[in-house]
């Protein structure tokens, strides 16, 4: 029987065991029956406990393992932890797997048409930093961690080269 941890986007944990070969399982020791037909590779048709849902998978990012889903039309974002990832935690261990990111290196040479942070400003992962212009396309650069802006090398109308530093964490 396979184990995992499902993290809701609203912080609500769901412990999932299932037999794939018994189409069985249990979420939080209430135990269910399902049945998975694939309509092609991002949607499906699943019947648990007679009931039927349409599944379209949305996006995942394997890296931080998270799924953003739809089910009958309604989106679901969570995290699904398995048993190694649960083994880190419980050691205190999870946090090692991140790495520190000192800086953001421009990916391709281009020209720096608007730089949207500060020195000292906090930005979470995801947030734009700058918006780099390389063959007449405009690149939003995001920022690769959480932080604080610590210095910024480069200025609005700079030519920069391909790993050239752009900001400093």
Same mark, same amino acid.
């Given at each position: ?11 609500? +944990? ?15 020791? +209430? ?24 599944? +379209? ?113």
């Amino acid at each position: 029987m396979d184990e995992i941890k499902v993290i809701s986007e609203d912080k609500k +944990e769901y412990q999932i065991s299932f037999d794939t070969n018994l189409n069985s399982g249990q979420i939080n020791s +209430e135990q269910f029956n399902w049945d998975i037909v694939s309509i092609n590779e991002r949607t499906f048709h699943v019947l648990k406990n007679n009931k039927s849902y349409n599944v +379209e998978l949305l996006k995942v990012n394997f890296d931080e393992k998270n799924y953003f889903i739809k089910i009958n039309g309604k989106k679901f974002k969570f995290t699904v932890q398995d048993k190694y990832d649960q083994l880190l935690k419980s050691l205190g261990l999870d946090s090692m797997a991140a790495t520190k990111v000192l800086n953001v290196k421009a990916p391709m040479p281009g020209l720096v048409i608007n730089i949207a942070v500060e020195v000292g400003q906090t930005v979470q992962k995801g947030d734009t930093l700058l918006i780099l212009e390389a063959m007449k396309m405009e690149n939003v650069i995001k920022s690769p961690t959480d932080g604080v802006i610590k210095s910024i090398v480069i200025k609005k109308g700079d030519a920069v080269e391909k790993n050239q530093v752009l900001i400093n964490f």
